[in-house]
């Protein structure tokens, strides 16, 4: 990408498409176009059409999705399957039809099989049952990822899809209800006095991204010779177990109560640590500090938490 390339970024206004373009603001990218969910619905086909015939942006980081923590996925299935699905269908084709140059496909590391080896490589993908709680979010990033190898393959539109773990930061979606579990854990902790209760049992370990490594991870592969559908793992390639990460985050917030576990509730898959391998190789490399990060995040958060 050149600095005066016409940037797309979709779903700026969430975690992940507003670090991304922070992080192209900070590289000196000048020329990046955003359009609100009130001025553009990714969801209409016609007004997709009609932006990208308009705009023609040369560079698309689709991070537009409906997402949401282990309860939302378990309760509305077909929401998340079938706004996804309608999302990323509209991006990419119309990215195609417009001529786009590269389009960058977010998905995540839940389109791995629920007992994939540990740490996940690319190549398990596809290779066995997916985990049930978030199954029809899973098939929906599964369906984005083929369909950009499958326009890569039959119309030559350069397209590359990024496999984050948990991605954390500002403008996260800290509804305990519907959010993942850092930004519900942080909701959860705010309110908290005495003692405060967890789905699952803690032992199940997750690996977690701060949202602007991801972002700086997208850039680099964006101008990257990848482009031909690849997957690639973005992430630091430690986990946690979410009992530990629940003390930490106790720690941050200064609560000295009681923390409960719900062993009648879902954990989700035991372990999603990924393989960075093939990142790294590229030339990729990023010094994550998760305790830190943390705490960028909950500056953030108590500096914008009246907005939730």
Not at 134 to 157: P, R, T, W
Not at 159 to 170: A, D, E, R, Y
Request: one cysteine or more; hydrophobic letters at 35%; glycine letters at 6%.
């Amino acid at each position: 990408m050149k600095k005066d390339s016409k940037i797309y970024v979709a779903g700026h206004t969430g975690l992940f498409g507003s670090a991304i373009v922070r992080e192209l603001k900070i590289q000196g990218y000048t020329n990046i176009i955003l359009r609100s969910r009130s001025e553009l619905d990714l969801m209409d086909s016609k007004q997709v059409k009609e932006f990208f015939l308009q705009e023609r942006p040369e560079y698309i980081f689709d991070c537009a999705a409906k997402v949401g923590g282990i309860q939302a996925n378990y309760t509305k299935p077909a929401e998340f399957l079938y706004e996804n699905i309608q999302i990323q269908n509209n991006l990419i084709h119309n990215s195609y039809l417009a001529g786009a140059k590269k389009f960058l496909f977010a998905g995540s590391v839940c389109v791995y099989p629920k007992y994939a080896q540990t740490p996940i490589k690319e190549e398990s993908f596809l290779e066995g049952y997916l985990e049930p709680t978030n199954e029809a979010y899973s098939v929906a990033k599964i369906a984005g990822i083929k369909m950009c190898q499958a326009y890569s393959k039959q119309y030559g539109l350069k397209t590359i899809s990024v496999m984050p773990p948990n991605l954390f930061g500002p403008n996260d979606n800290f509804d305990p209800n519907s959010s993942h579990v850092i930004p519900s854990m942080f909701t959860k902790f705010s309110k908290a006095e005495s003692e405060i209760t967890f789905w699952g049992d803690g032992s199940n370990r997750r690996e977690f991204l701060y949202s602007q490594d991801a972002a700086n991870a997208c850039i680099f592969l964006m101008n990257s010779d990848v482009e031909k559908g690849e997957l690639i793992n973005i992430g630091t390639g430690n986990d946690i177990s979410i009992k530990d990460l629940a003390e930490i985050i106790a720690n941050i917030f200064k609560f000295t109560g009681k923390i409960n576990w719900d062993t009648s509730k879902p954990k989700g898959a035991p372990s999603r640590s990924i393989d960075c391998t093939k990142i790294s190789l590229l030339g990729w490399k990023i010094d994550h500090n998760l305790i830190d990060r943390l705490n960028k995040t909950y500056n953030w958060y108590i500096e914008n938490k009246q907005r939730y």
